[in-house]
């Protein structure tokens, strides 16, 4: 069967090795893609539960526009002595990062709506250990989003998409003195 159809080996062929030059380059670009800030955190509740908006710098120095699409992160902050404290769980629509055709650092602010937990004593506790850490000036903590997402990459004429994405340990450090504000 192969012998009688080389066409359509041959375009097999080149539709696998463009899958995973796509997905390789796809890899790239996120690599540019940074979180340079928390620039706030706005906490709801209500009788059921808690949310949150958070409120993220990111910076790209891509020279293609990225984007995110049906993004499902896990929040989690950890402190210096690896303890981990779970913020929530956000589901993004789409998160679009533009352009930076100089190779200069672009800043675009995204809101996290993140689901945070019921309202009960376990929720409560993990705000307070949150509030803890991340309102004290000495403490050192590191902000991790992890979970899947679609990543896109702009072409001229639309949007190159791959199928599900798991990115890991998205982290952000701060390295100066931080101004997340709480609301």
Known sequence: MIMRHPILLTTLILYLLSIGTAYAFSLEVVDQLDIKAIKSIKFKQTDEEFRADVVVQ????????????????????????????????????????????????????????????????????????IFNLIGNPESEFTMILSGTTQVGTKARRGWIYQGRVEIEDFSFHPTIQREVLFK
């Open 58 to 129: 990111f910076s790209t120095s891509a020279k293609s526009a990225i984007k995110f699409r049906n993004a499902n992160f896990l929040i989690t902050f950890k402190d210096d002595k690896d303890n981990e404290v779970y913020l929530g769980t956000t589901q993004s629509e789409e998160l679009f990062f533009p352009a930076s055709e100089d190779g200069t650092e672009k800043l675009k602010e995204e809101n996290l709506a993140v689901y945070v937990g019921k309202n009960d004593l376990d929720t409560i506790t993990r705000l307070i250990k």
